[in-house]
């Protein structure tokens, strides 16, 4: 089955990075976008960006712009995300999730979701 | 961005009642709007895509209606299981964004 399994909780100090990683199984990695997105503590969601598994290009939500690096590992179908120069307010649980579409140009969704990766931000 | 509006922020009811949640956005979106329900300490889950088609394997009483900027989500009659939030989506621009969220509680 479709599945995303994300890396452990981390801490980190305020200044820091930290990168995520997504692995995925049961489909082929390179043939879906795959997006990311955090909910702060009590939150709604927030998206942060996407990264084309394929080709390696990028898009990201200008909040995140110029801290948010989004990657890619084809042989090992894992999908990262590095945040840098950490605030408290981005302790949150970050989530990877698959982009799927029908036919291309139409409505995409995200199913499934990887499982969550809690990130607290604490000096 | 697209902004995606939800009402209400939160609602009680009974097992049994049927519940709409609104979401609008604040520009045309087509049919690009999807609905998700996540319960405390668990990702997100898809339930209604394009507007309107049920994801497989959720159950019937789940539905969605609506484009361009109004959209519902409809729950025929509550279970005890859909005690949860919902968000809606827009997935029209690549600036992705979601609504702030509907808490379901019980009555």
């Known amino acids: 089955q479709v599945q995303l399994v994300q890396s452990g909780a981390e801490v980190k100090k305020p200044g820091a990075s930290v990168k995520v990683s997504c692995k995925a199984s049961?489909?082929?990695?390179?043939?879906?976008?795959m997006h990311w997105v955090r909910q702060a503590p009590g939150q709604g969601l927030e998206w942060m960006g996407r990264i084309n598994p394929n080709s390696g290009g990028t898009n990201y939500a200008q909040k995140f712009q110029g801290r948010v690096t989004m990657t890619r590992d084809t042989s090992i179908s894992t999908a990262y995300m590095e945040l840098s120069r950490l605030r408290s307010d981005d302790t949150a649980v970050y989530y990877c999730?698959?982009?799927?579409?029908?036919?291309?140009?139409?409505?995409?969704?995200?199913?499934?979701w990887g499982q969550g990766t809690l990130v607290t931000v604490s000096s | 961005d697209i902004q995606m509006t939800q009402s209400p922020s939160s609602l009680s009811a009974s097992v049994g009642d049927r519940v709409t949640i609104t979401c609008r956005a604040s520009q045309s979106i087509s049919s690009y709007l999807n609905w998700y329900q996540q319960k405390p300490g668990k990702a997100p889950k898809l339930l209604i895509y394009?507007?309107?088609s049920l994801q497989s394997g959720v159950p019937s009483r789940f539905s969605g209606s609506g484009s361009g900027t109004d959209f519902t989500l409809t729950i025929s009659s509550l279970q005890p299981e859909d005690f949860a939030t919902y968000y809606c989506?827009?997935?029209?621009?690549?600036?992705?964004?979601f609504g702030q969220g509907t808490r379901l509680e019980i009555k």
């Open positions: 394009a507007a309107s």
């Open positions: 989506q827009q997935s029209y621009t690549t600036g992705i964004t």
């Open positions: 049961g489909y082929t990695f390179t043939g879906y976008y």
């Open positions: 999730a698959r982009e799927v579409v029908v036919v291309a140009a139409t409505e995409d969704w995200f199913d499934p």
